[in-house]
């Protein structure tokens, strides 16, 4: 790869313009911070930064971008997790999904011991 140093120069400025695009983008309001797509191109900044650091390596730039993709990849997980997780609960509690959390309230009846379906007031 040190054969071809301007790609590995061209790696390098697209990872910095996917870097700074993407921050731009959140300060901007036209972009998710904790979004997927936000933590994917963070990662893929990294890697185009890594690939240029073949032709001169800076160990402090390689710690920074390892980090990226460390927690990048810890944050994609993470959201799955989260995602795999609401949908469990979506399967073992269906009358919520089809109603509504803010809509469906399960009630006891003060003449009867049993629980009854109500919507939510307000």
């Excluded at 003449?111 to 109500?118: D, F, G, I, M, R």
Aim: hydrophobic residues 45%; positive net charge.
């Amino acid at each position: 790869m040190r054969d071809y140093p301007d790609l590995l120069q061209a790696a390098g400025v697209l990872g910095s313009i996917i870097y700074v695009g993407g921050f731009a983008l959140v300060q901007c309001g036209w972009a998710c911070g904790n979004g997927t797509g936000y933590s994917v191109s963070k990662i893929l900044a990294a890697v185009l930064v890594l690939i240029s650091l073949i032709g001169a390596f800076n160990l402090g730039s390689f710690l920074i971008q390892v980090g990226f993709i460390i927690f990048g990849c810890m944050g994609l997980v993470c959201r799955g997790v989260e995602r795999s997780q609401k949908a469990m609960r979506r399967r073992a509690f269906p009358i919520t999904e089809r109603f509504g959390k803010r809509h469906v309230a399960f009630r006891t009846n003060t003449k009867a011991p049993k629980t009854v379906l109500a919507p939510l007031e307000g």
